[in-house]
């Protein structure tokens, strides 16, 4: 039989060897679960600060029937998006835990930095508040993991996600059927995967700064970081914050676009190729942007989506730069040959 501070440290060793956010939310409901008489777990995500108390449910956990219903995170399914009850944001607005129904549920923020990241409710038969101090710990153990994994997660220069991520967002969304913001939609069927349709879809975007090699050359690499620096600023101010965006490195930037018609993917894409071309760029100047996107689909391979939206990325770079091409409309004009990449095989 382990004793209580042997149980403890397994947790805190269970809750630590995840190094994904997704995995790691629900190793701490289900290690509190395993310390204290729970009987339901709910974790939520804070996933927009600039839209009035956006909260998205993550994880839901029934112990007391034995039963797990488990809600993945970052549109491995749809948004769980729930109402904000008094609870929730008195929590919100004053950054502190709570004690409610003579100890039997408690309430508290998941802090990263001075921001509330998320936040996690407890519920119980029995008076949790012995457990005060221990749940407050291991939520601040929690607290400074998370923090780990996140910055794990970033290009260090621009703070946009990092290539890594991107592998693992790719493949989540790839194992599901395409989403419409808070709803699904059927993703289309092998005959219909080149017609594009106005049904929203996602959209894989990729991104190069035009003749960037010669920023670096002409003005200094100090220059050049200035440049990528801005340029995230302005990426980030300009798409959505369901919209996912990354740097694979150097002057490449690959976004995902959720949710959103052909129609609107060319538009947002086009208005921050406009965005970037009219901003000044300090001892710069003009900078300007070639961008290709496609569409993506559940029944590709990543490598393949990845492909199509760079050969939409070539195209335009090949063909005048400082410009917006779409794999599907390239291909339907016939000005770009189609391919089927099996891992890194590519057979025309």
């Known amino acids: 039989m382990w004793t209580d501070q042997e149980k403890i440290l397994q947790s805190i060793i269970k809750i630590t060897s995840q190094g994904d956010q997704d995995s790691l939310e629900y190793n701490l409901v289900t290690a509190l679960a395993e310390l204290m008489p729970i009987k339901h777990a709910s974790l939520f995500r804070c996933i927009n600060e600039n839209i009035d108390h956006l909260i998205e449910e993550t994880i839901c956990l029934d112990f007391q029937e034995n039963k797990v219903f488990e809600l993945k995170q970052f549109r491995q399914r749809e948004l769980r998006i729930i109402e904000t009850t008094e609870e929730l944001l008195q929590c919100l607005q004053t950054k502190k835990s709570y004690w409610c129904d003579q100890g039997s549920w408690y309430l508290a923020p998941i802090m990263r930095a001075d921001t509330i ?28 993991y998370l923090f780990v994994v996140i910055e794990g997660e970033l ?33 289309n069927n092998d005959g219909e995967r080149r017609q594009l349709s106005e049904k929203p879809a996602n959209w894989l975007v990729s991104i190069d700064i035009d003749h960037f090699k010669r920023i670096n050359d002409n003005f200094g690499h100090l220059y050049g970081d200035e440049v990528l620096l801005l340029f995230s600023q302005l990426i980030k101010k300009t798409f959505r914050d369901t919209d996912l965006l990354f740097r694979f490195g150097g002057e490449e930037f690959v976004i995902i676009l959720t949710s959103t018609t052909e129609k609107n993917a060319f538009l947002a894409l086009e208005r921050f190729r406009n965005i970037i071309a009219d901003y000044h760029f300090p001892q710069i100047g003009q900078v300007t942007v070639s961008i290709g996107y496609a569409q993506i689909h559940s029944v590709d391979f990543p ?17 005048g730069r400082n410009q917006v091409c779409c ?8 000005k770009i040959q189609d391919s089927v990449i099996f891992h890194e095989t590519e057979l025309f």
């Open 117 to 144: 990241a998320g936040m996690i409710l407890l519920e119980s038969d029995q008076n949790l508040s012995g457990y005060h101090s221990l749940l407050n710990s291991i939520i601040r153990i929690y607290e400074n």
């Open 327 to 334: 794999y599907e409309n390239l291909m339907s004009q016939g």
């Open 303 to 319: 490598v393949t989506i990845l492909d199509k939206a760079d050969k939409a990325l070539y195209f335009a770079k090949q063909h």
């Open 155 to 187: 290009d260090t220069l621009t703070g946009l996600r990092n290539r890594r991520t991107f592998d693992k967002q790719l493949d989540k969304l790839l194992a599901v059927n395409d989403i419409t913001g808070h709803k699904k939609i059927k993703s």
